[in-house]
């Protein structure tokens, strides 16, 4: 009995600490902040795994296991099939579809454009965080969800911010959630760097028939519907616009004109169009449709990082 009392009264309690101190750190370093707010996609703090089922940190994917040639490989990325990008549906390697380039429908690893697959389609999503949920800054529709940031004075845009005035105040040209309030001035659909691609139809309740040719499109009959979207440069620099649709439809990027209307005409295409933005300057972005005709369409808009 005397001996296990001085076992026990010896004992190095450093040393046990120690050891708990590791266990934590061992059991965290998939956390993006140990000991502090974690990041979204690793809200338990668990060291991510690769193989274990649970996709967390910087994993593309984690389907339960290190093999590769499965879809997910050993360092849990997502393999691409090497057919992948001919055009040929080739289903034996994994091909749900081949656009033989990424579209709408078809994700760049040749799967269907799917929300929630953490394939983050560029020309569909602004975000894939591999989960369908909302909360975690990349909403249940795969946009950008505002994050907690707005109000700081820095305007992000990756984060989906179109203004930043330092303030959580609306009614003062910047609203509470960071989206700018003339960027609707002129009573048309708003849209802005970060947002989700706009879908729609040219000849849905919103479309108008007021716009019937532009200078940029020169002697081409556009007296079909046309859909209008307003959008507020927060900054000088190249912007693009992409609109995917039929053959029958054109993208019109215009300045603001008087009253609403058509001011200089600054690009135009079939696919899309990318020019030089002024800060501070308005455009109307504008879906436009032959006679006769009307189409479903995706426009989206992509601005380069804040600098």
Do not use: H
Not at 43 to 55: E, S
Not at 99 to 111: I, K, N, P, Q
Not at 301 to 307: A, D, E, K, V, Y
Request: aromatic share 4%.
């Amino acid at each position: 009995m005397t001996r296990s009392l001085i076992t026990l009264t010896s004992f190095n309690w450093s040393t046990l600490l120690a050891a708990a101190a590791a266990a934590v750190a061992a059991n965290t370093v998939g956390c993006a902040d140990p000991g502090g707010a974690c990041a979204p996609e690793d809200t338990d703090c668990v060291a991510t795994v690769c193989g274990d089922g649970v996709r967390t940190g910087a994993e593309q994917c984690d389907d339960g296991n290190t093999a590769n040639e499965d879809g997910c490989s050993a360092e849990c990325t997502t393999e691409i099939p090497e057919t992948c990008g001919n055009g040929t549906i080739e289903e034996p390697a994994g091909e749900q579809c081949d656009t033989a380039g990424e579209t709408v429908t078809c994700d760049g690893d040749c799967t269907r454009a799917l929300c929630g697959d953490a394939w983050r389609n560029t020309l569909l999503e602004g975000c894939d965080d591999g989960n369908t949920m909302g909360g975690d800054g990349c909403s249940a529709e795969c946009t950008i969800e505002l994050p907690s940031a707005c109000g700081d004075g820095i305007v992000q845009t990756q984060l989906g911010e179109q203004c930043d005035d330092g303030g959580l105040t609306s009614g003062d040209g910047c609203s509470s959630t960071c989206q700018l309030e003339n960027a609707n001035a002129c009573g048309i659909r708003a849209i802005g760097c970060g947002m989700a691609p706009q879908g729609g139809m040219t000849n849905s309740t919103a479309a108008t028939t007021r716009f019937n040719g532009y200078s940029c499109l020169a002697d081409v009959n556009k007296s079909g519907p046309e859909v209008v979207y307003e959008w507020v440069a927060d900054r000088s620099g190249n912007v693009s616009v992409w609109l995917e649709g039929t053959s029958t439809v054109d993208l019109v990027i215009s300045e603001v004109g008087p009253d609403c209307g058509l001011g200089a005409c600054v690009a135009s295409g079939p696919a899309g169009a990318t020019f030089a933005a002024v800060a501070g300057r308005r455009y109307l972005v504008i879906v436009d449709s032959d006679p006769g005709t009307t189409s479903p369409y995706q426009l989206g808009m992509s601005c380069p990082p804040q600098s």
